[in-house]
């Protein structure tokens, strides 16, 4: 396991966008972000692996934008956000799948988490 630490979030209008951050201390080969509101189950939002290759959950697609800006450190631009985007997000690393799959967004296959961060979009 590694320490994970996010920062960004906030308030923000319908249409808006934010920046969300993530920095791990040591090395993971899959970083993903993560969403939960009260109530629901934590749902993946994207993950990205060593060599930037990414999957995004289809709510999402053309909307966000997760780039590794290096091993330790990755970025969630959010465009476009409507109310349901609101929910607290949360960084998570993980090492690969033993079988060689790629990195994907079932909180099981990550080990570390941070802590959250509150995103909120107003109609």
């Known amino acids: 396991q590694v320490q994970v630490e996010e920062s960004g979030g906030g308030s923000v209008q319908a249409g808006g966008s934010l920046s969300l951050s993530c920095s791990i201390s040591?090395?993971?080969?899959?970083m993903g972000w993560f969403r939960q509101v009260p109530g629901k189950e934590r749902e993946g939002v994207a993950a990205?692996?060593?060599?930037?290759?990414v999957v995004y959950a289809e709510s999402v697609k053309d909307r966000f934008t997760l780039s590794r800006d290096s091993g330790r450190k990755a970025s969630l631009q959010l465009r476009s956000l409507m109310p349901g985007d609101s929910a607290t997000y949360y960084c998570?690393?993980?090492?690969?799948?033993?079988?060689?799959?790629?990195?994907?967004?079932?909180?099981?296959?990550?080990?570390?988490w941070g802590q959250g961060t509150q995103v909120t979009v107003s109609s």
């Open positions: 990205i692996n060593v060599r930037s290759d």
């Open positions: 998570a690393a993980g090492e690969r799948a033993p079988d060689g799959s790629e990195c994907g967004l079932s909180v099981y296959e990550y080990d570390s």
């Open positions: 040591g090395y993971m080969y899959c």
